[in-house]
T-cell receptor, first 112, second 113 residues
Framework: AQTIHQWPVAEIKAVGSPLSLGCTIK??????LYWYWQATGGTLQQLFY??????VESVVQLNLSASRPKDDQFILSTEKLLLSHSGFYLC???????????FGSGTRLTVL | GDSVTQTEGQVALSEEDFLTIHCNYS??????LFWYVQYPGEGPQFLFR?????EKGSSRGFEATYNKEATSFHLQKASVQESDSAVYYC????????????FGTGTTVSVSP
């Protein structure tokens, strides 16, 4: 069975500080990977997706970047956090050429 | 661009009530349509999907039928339980965003005993 693990579970960071969030998928080779962002009480906004190792496509510019250093790993980062970065970050995977997304348990980010 | 509209922002019910959440979409062709459920502090969980006109998706007592003419995919459950309290999202597949999903604004369902 496939499992998806996100880390950390929660972060409290200062404005202007760096950030790195991670996601690992086990039990599925060459998955499509996605980052979504959810404001408190809001809908899910796609940020990035990756079809293969080393390739990441940006969907929305939010002063964030993403990388896929390994087949099973997806990283979200920024060098300088903004207050507007607060929210719930969700990693998701899908099988290649499939459309159903499966989400991790998310990372709650609070920027002060 | 493609979009999903959920009419109800919040729905309050009692146990054993009938639930309907309206979902309409705007897209060309035949996008796959989905329902997800999200509990507090968790990621969304896939409920079910449908890909063709008149196809019915179902899971855990919830169901929805793909209606191409009405561009709708309304979620229904005949008899809700307190454990069904959650946020429900309708979504459609996006052929542009790496086959990602475009989500509606969500409907918060609160079921009282």
């Amino acid at each position: 069975a496939q499992t998806i693990h996100q880390w950390p579970v929660a972060e409290i960071k200062a404005v202007g500080s760096p950030l790195s969030l991670g996601c690992t998928i086990k039990g599925k080779s060459s998955p499509n990977l996605y980052w979504y962002w959810q404001a408190t009480g809001g809908t899910l906004q796609q940020l990035f997706y990756s079809i293969t190792v080393g390739q990441v496509e940006s969907v929305v510019q939010l002063n964030l970047s993403a990388s896929r250093p390994k087949d099973d790993q997806f990283i979200l980062s920024t060098e300088k956090l903004l207050l507007s970065h607060s929210g719930f970050y969700l990693c998701a995977w899908s099988a290649p050429s499939a459309e159903t997304l499966y989400f991790g348990s998310g990372t709650r980010l609070t920027v002060l | 661009g493609d979009s999903v509209t959920q009419t109800e922002g919040q729905v309050a019910l009692s146990e054993e009530d009938f639930l309907t959440i309206h979902c309409n979409y705007s897209a060309s062709g035949y996008p796959a349509l989905f329902w997800y459920v999200q509990y507090p502090g968790e990621g969304p969980q896939f409920l079910f999907r449908a890909s063709r006109d008149k196809e019915k998706g179902s899971s855990r007592g919830f169901e929805a039928t793909y209606n191409k003419e009405a561009t709708s995919f309304h979620l229904q459950k005949a008899s809700v339980q307190e454990s069904d309290s959650a946020v429900y999202y309708c979504a459609l597949s996006d052929p542009q965003g790496g086959r990602a999903l475009i989500f509606g604004t969500g409907t918060t369902v609160s079921v009282s005993p």
